[in-house]
Antibody, heavy 121, light 110 residues
Framework: EVQLVESGGGSVQSGGSRRLSCAAS????????MSWVRQAPGTGLEWVSI???????YYAPSVKGRFTISRDNSKNTLSLQMDSLRGEDTAVYYC???????????????WGQGTLVTVSS | QSVLTQPPSVSAAPGQKVTISCSGG????????VSWYQQLPGTAPKLLIF???KRPSGIPDRFSGSKSGTSATLGITGLQTGDEADYYC???????????FGTGTKVSVL
């Protein structure tokens, strides 16, 4: 059974850093593309970042240069390093597994339960 | 501000049909696949449609997807109270080199 479990959420001050992790089971994180998607309180979904099976990464303009997506194949985990955090980064962060290994897709067939990051001033 | 525009809300009586539009452009829907998600209150999103009109296993055929040019549509027939949720379209945005979600549509069953 495919399972994704996020961790690392919590409160952080504006300008600070936080690292999120997503433990995967039932598949290997380098088999399909993996993404982070976030949802600010009471708002819609926002795509954050993606890492492809080949290692290529892409970011939303709102986080580019501040966030870094990575994976550890030996631990079968996905990570999101978030630096220079701002109030507008406050959100529930979901990790999601892509349906295929194809590029430029937004088809996420499995999702974690999400982890809340709160950025305060 | 998302580049994919959806109506804020749609509603219909049980058993009826609703359609949700997702309007984009040539840099996203016009040249990339569209997917659709259902998000029930307090839960993670669930994939309903991929590659414009395909359903993952386990998704009932009451849910359908279509695309024409730079717009996509999600249809839900035989509306049930359990379908009350937020629905989002998604696609890749070539000009940004990033994925994008639609603005979201709340479906209410009257």
């Amino acid at each position: 059974e495919v399972q994704l479990v996020e961790s690392g959420g919590g409160s952080v001050q504006s300008g600070g850093s936080r690292r999120l992790s997503c433990a995967a089971s039932g598949f290997t994180v380098n088999s399909n593309y993996m993404s982070w998607v976030r949802q600010a309180p009471g708002t819609g979904l926002e795509w954050v970042s993606i890492i492809y099976s080949g290692g290529s990464t892409y970011y939303a303009p709102s986080v580019k240069g501040r966030f870094t997506i990575s994976r550890d194949n030996s631990k079968n985990t996905l990570s999101l390093q978030m630096d220079s955090l701002r109030g507008e980064d406050t959100a529930v962060y979901y990790c999601a597994r892509g349906r295929t290994s194809g590029y430029f897709r937004t088809e996420f067939e499995s999702w974690g339960q999400g982890t809340l990051v709160t950025v305060s001033s | 501000q998302s580049v994919l525009t959806q109506p804020p809300s749609v509603s219909a009586a049980p058993g009826q049909k609703v359609t949700i539009s997702c309007s984009g452009g040539s840099a996203n829907i016009g040249n990339n696949y569209v997917s659709w998600y259902q998000q029930l209150p307090g839960t993670a999103p669930k994939l309903l449609i991929f590659e414009d009109n395909k359903r993952p296993s386990g998704i009932p055929d009451r849910f359908s997807g279509s695309k024409s040019g730079t717009s996509a549509t999600l249809g839900i027939t035989g509306l049930q109270t359990g379908d009350e949720a937020d629905y989002y379209c998604a696609s890749w945005e070539n000009s940004l080199g990033a994925g994008v979600f639609g603005t979201g549509t709340k479906v209410s069953v009257l």
